[in-house]
């Protein structure tokens, strides 16, 4: 079993940046892949940003350029480093992890963007 922790969540203003954490209670090179995802009210969860095992990364268009996504793997940590937001990119982010066919989820940290 794995434990997602998420922090780093708030409200900024448009145009402005944030850097989320997901923190992991194990090794993050044990799992395959790693994520972000998002909620909106009223809408799918959907993927943000991704990395693999062997480092590549993945974006969903509407983010590619302003987000980013890393990994620490001394502190299994993931993070989001979020610029330029927009009040679209308004929602709960969840930190993912998939490790042998299985789905681990985090609570959830809260982006809103608004002036």
């Known amino acids: 079993h794995v434990q997602l922790v998420e922090s780093g969540g708030g409200l900024v203003q448009p145009g402005g940046s944030l850097r989320l954490s997901c923190a992991a209670s194990g090794s993050i090179l044990s799992m395959d892949v790693m994520g972000w995802y998002r909620q909106a009210p009223g809408q799918q969860r959907e993927l943000v940003a991704a990395?693999?095992?062997?480092?590549?990364?993945n974006y969903a268009d509407s983010v590619k350029g302003r987000f980013t996504i890393s990994r620490d793997i001394t502190k299994n940590a993931v993070y989001l480093r979020m610029t330029s937001l927009k009040p679209e990119d308004t929602a709960v982010y969840y930190c993912n992890c998939a490790k042998r066919g299985y789905s681990y989820w985090g609570q959830g940290t809260q982006v809103t963007v608004s002036s």
């Open positions: 990395i693999s095992y062997g480092g590549s990364t």
